[in-house]
Structures are given as structure tokens and as C-alpha cells.
């Protein structure tokens, strides 16, 4: 069994916000096909605009936030899950009052697409 538990420090900024990483692709000690990683973005934030050539999910476990993909918005809660397809410029800004929380899992889209 494998457990990694979330503490201060392992919490960094990347994309402009609180990331925690989980498994990278393929590094570490679990040699995973997808990385994956805590986001905490507090009240009033966003994440910076990015691309990657990764497609990604992301899972809102807490908060409320408007999702930005190209020029396409939409308000997401606890709950739901966003597609990210590779490519595509997105933002996650928190719109709620208190922190908002997600996991992100990406994976390189060859990699899936080889399996087809």
C-alpha cells in the first residue's frame, strides 16, 4: 500500500496557485501512466493561464469557480469535472468565499490514443 498524506510542506506554487503533486508520469516510486495533483486556489484567485500538450481532468472537491477554456466559461462547483482537451488554454478562478479545492489528473494524449 501506498499513501501520501498532504502536509504544509509539501504544497508549492505552480500555475499561480497551491498545488500538492501526487504521481508524476512515471517518476517516483509508483510508476503511474497520468500525473496528478492537489490545487487550492484561494477566494478571489485563479490559476495562470496555461497550455500543455497533456489532456487533463479536473475534479472540484470544494468551492465554487469559473472555468475558462479558450474563450468558453462556465461556473463549476463541488462536484463536477472538467474535460481539458491538449492544447487549449484554460484558467480556474475561484468565485466562492471560501477555498477553492480540486485534483487535476493529466496524461500525454498519445499515450491514450496509442491504446486505441
Request: charged letters at 20%.
Amino acid at each position: 500500500m501506498y499513501i501520501q498524506p498532504i502536509t504544509p510542506e509539501q504544497i508549492t506554487r505552480e500555475y499561480g496557485i497551491q498545488m500538492r503533486r501526487v504521481y508524476q508520469v512515471d517518476s517516483g516510486p509508483i510508476h503511474s501512466p497520468f500525473g496528478s495533483a492537489w490545487g487550492f486556489i484561494e477566494a478571489g484567485g485563479a490559476s495562470t493561464p496555461h497550455t500543455h500538450t497533456e489532456e487533463e481532468t479536473f475534479y472540484i472537491v470544494e468551492g465554487q469557480g469559473l472555468m475558462i477554456i479558450e474563450s468558453e466559461e462556465r461556473e463549476v462547483q463541488k462536484g463536477d469535472v472538467i474535460y481539458i482537451p491538449a492544447d487549449h488554454n484554460h484558467v480556474l478562478r475561484n468565485i466562492g468565499n471560501d477555498t477553492l479545492t480540486f485534483i487535476t489528473v493529466w496524461w500525454e494524449a498519445s499515450t491514450v490514443r496509442k491504446g486505441r
